[in-house]
């Protein structure tokens, strides 16, 4: 009982109705406009290229999923019904009446483009991988196949079909996702598919909400789609999204009551304002969710340093995570496995049922491992030289950057340089391609199941930053994409999650989120979402009387 409470709980906290006060701003002809921050500057809005949660988070306001995660559920959105066949290979989708913000119809064939782009070796979408269960996706996106062998088919304006290689228990939420929202073939034919999403005129957008104005390195404005399907129930106007990537001018910028929500929030911001939580005039949710942050080695490190073994140990067990938390963060949960708290195993929450297994490496001597890797790599009595690459400039990721390179230096007895990205965008495409040796980076729930943060790490998916390889840890996940037995999918991942973070360590845990939300008290209906969907939902909220 006292699990099924918990996963009850933990499915809802973090999608509570929740209210707003002084920031909310309605405009002169009564128009209900909120705002809120973005985090990083989006580099495109393009639906097939959408790779992380700020892009994810606009786009799917933009955009409409065959299903949207409503309140925590599975919810028909662009599909008005769906169905399998027995032996679920086939699943056919009725779609709604929906229209773009320009008026035109949407139809089946602009989801099997979309699809058809997710493999497109030009659009390069980082989740592909993800989607090899779509019959044909992985031959495309490998040079292979064609992309009308894709198995996605229009059977009329109003019918999709998709055809899986294999049944896939958790594929109906993999339909969350940005990249698997409609856009006609008409915008990304001939050099416009890998250049869409570049500019806001050009744009199919079929969501709730349309991007009005986005200024690069500023803002990006949302108005309310009227063709949307469900348009009489979209009460927000406007939301206004100002570009803030450094904390503390986010917290003034709430302080000021310039913004209606703020997400990841510090504890001791939340300190800062007990007095207004406890008044009412700020509400504040709290609860895990299913989000990490791990260092990332370069396995194929071509300096030959973080392709071995014993050094990736060293490195991860040579610094303190509940000092890092504590003083460093002052937020999130020191982690000792891959997989977070909140992440569901069927009916149970993965890690009631299996311990983190990382606690056993950390008993080893990083000084020893150290000396062992660099006499396997012909270095031993060298001082060893290495290159941490820091996320962007932000005072933030300054510190924690400064935090490692002095716990490692103190030690290990090594040099670690700082590089700085000149932005999230540039870092995340410097690391896709393996232009680093070491960094810290992490990864948020797509769905909620284990697979989502275990698939990342098989051989030569588009989302491995670490480039990290095993036959066995490969054999283990692959097993638990068609395995329907829960018990033996949780021992599985439980044995993979074993081999990523402790025997091979390819990649070091560091810490869970554990996200505190602000919000003033009159904006109701909005959806924090854990695994699935945008980080934040608009498409419910409204302002009370």
Known sequence: MKRKLLSALLATAMTMTVVAGTGIAVSADGEAVVSTVMFSDPDTMDPGRADDDQKNSIILECQESLVRLIDGKLTNAGAESYETSEDGLTWTFHLRDNKYSDGTPVVAADYVNSIRRVFDPEVNCHNAGIFYCIAGGEAFNTGSGAKEDVGAKAVDDKTLEITLTE???????????????????SKTEGENNSSYGAIVE?????????????????????????????????????????????????????????????????????????????????????????????????????????????????????????????????????????IPYGTAIGDDLFRDLYEEPMKELLEQDPVELLNKGLEEIGKSGETLEVTFLQRNSDNETKVAAEYYQNQWQTKLGVVVNIETASDNSSFNNQVSKGQYQICQTGW??????????MQCYTTGDGNNPAFFSDSEYDELVNACKTESDMKVRGENFAKAEKILTVDKCGISPVTFSYSNVVVNPKLQGVYINGAGGPSVEFRDAYLAE
């Open 444 to 453: 948020g729930a797509d769905y909620n199941d284990p697979m989502t943060f």
């Open 202 to 338: 050009d744009l199919a957008q079929s969501g709730p909400y349309y991007i009005s104005e986005w200024t690069r390195g500023s803002k990006v404005v949302l108005k309310k789609n009227p063709n949307y399907w469900d348009a009489e129930n979209i009460k927000l106007d406007e939301i206004d999204m100002i570009l803030a990537q450094d904390e503390n001018t986010r917290q003034q910028l709430f302080d000021q009551g310039q913004i209606d929500l703020l997400r990841n929030v510090r504890t001791e911001y939340v300190d800062q304002l007990q007095s207004k939580i406890d008044s009412g005039e700020v509400t504040l949710i709290s609860g895990p969710q299913p989000r990490n942050s791990y260092i990332c080695f370069n396995n194929e490190d071509p300096d030959g340093v973080f392709s071995n073994e014993n050094i990736r140990k060293a490195f991860a067990i040579a610094f303190d995570r509940e000092s890092y938390v504590k003083n460093v963060l002052k937020k999130e949960q020191a982690a000792y496995g891959e």
């Open 167 to 185: 049944p896939i228990p958790y594929f109906a939420q993999l339909l969350t996702f940005a990249n698997i929202t409609p856009v006609p073939e």
